[in-house]
């Protein structure tokens, strides 16, 4: 028998923007905003991200879509690739992520997909700096997570290369 070995993540939960520091609501603000900007025709499933940069800037992305379907790109890895063009070399702080159905019929908060885990955190390794998360769906609660590395255990990053 190996060695059973426990691997912990943790987050912080909300039940309202009003809870968290005005910057931290306004980016979740501006990230459902960014939702009407998604070209979602196949899904019809339109996620917005902002990005809150060291600057004090904030970078939206929203999600691409594309006939040919693989080639579409997820809202956050939208807005963390703009803002590493946009502003090179600028710290990202924090990334929000959002979604915006008909109905509102998600009520939990939106996760990012295994691949934008794995983008968003080789920015924090770049970066040296953790970025933080928010994640909310059409409404309802809120998790802030203090580092992508937390939605990645056992992650693979360029150290192995
Ligand atoms: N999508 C995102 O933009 N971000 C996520 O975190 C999950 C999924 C997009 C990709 C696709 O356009 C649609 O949502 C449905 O998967």
């Known amino acids: 028998m190996g060695k059973k070995i ?3 993540a943790n987050y912080e939960l909300f039940s309202k923007a009003e809870e968290l520091p005005a910057i931290e609501a306004e ?5 459902h905003a ?3 900007t998604a070209y979602a025709p196949y899904s019809e499933f339109r996620v917005g991200a902002a990005a809150l940069l060291e600057n ?4 939206l992305g929203s999600n691409q879509e594309n006939a040919a379907y693989p080639s579409t790109i997820c809202a956050e890895r939208a807005a963390v690739f703009a ?3 946009q502003f090179p070399g600028v710290v990202i702080r924090a990334v929000a992520i ?7 019929r998600v009520e939990r908060p939106i996760s990012p997909c295994g691949a934008c885990r794995q983008v968003l955190f080789e920015f924090e390794w770049r970066q040296e700096t953790p970025i933080q998360l928010l994640l909310q769906g059409d409404k309802g609660d ?4 203090a580092s992508t590395k ?5 992650l693979f990053d360029p150290s192995f290369l």
């Open 150 to 154: 937390s939605l990645l255990p056992l």
């Open 34 to 36: 960014a939702c009407d």
């Open 142 to 145: 809120i998790y802030r997570i």
């Open 56 to 59: 004090g800037e904030i970078v």
């Open 27 to 31: 980016l979740l603000l501006r990230a």
């Open 83 to 85: 803002a590493a063009a």
């Open 6 to 8: 426990e691997i912990r």
């Open 98 to 104: 959002r979604v915006k159905t008909a109905g509102e």
